[in-house]
């Protein structure tokens, strides 16, 4: 399922990302609420490197599968 609608009003966008610095996939809970949608800022769960979309309050972050690069450090997001 590509997206799906919360039982209350408040409504939520949910996608899957690939991270470009490391290669894990995460899906992607993005809150919705008219109007009062702001950049909010998300992390990968495997490297931390931050993303960045418009949302009513901070997205929810759940990892699919391991990063790919065969790494384990941290993105650096200066
Ligand atoms: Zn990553």
Redesign the pocket.
């Known amino acids: 399922m590509p997206w799906r609608q919360c039982e209350d009003t408040a409504m939520s966008d949910t996608f899957e990302q690939t ?1 470009d ?2 290669g ?1 996939k995460f899906r992607v809970e993005v809150p919705r609420l008219e109007g009062h949608e702001e950049q909010e800022e998300y992390n ?1 769960p ?2 931390n ?1 931050q993303f960045k979309t418009r949302a009513a309050y901070t997205p929810t972050v759940t990892l699919i599968s391991a ?1 790919t690069d065969g790494r384990n450090d941290q ?1 650096n997001n200066g």
Request: net charge positive; hydrophobic share 10%.
């Open positions: 991270c610095y490391c894990a990968c495997s490297c490197k990063r993105y």
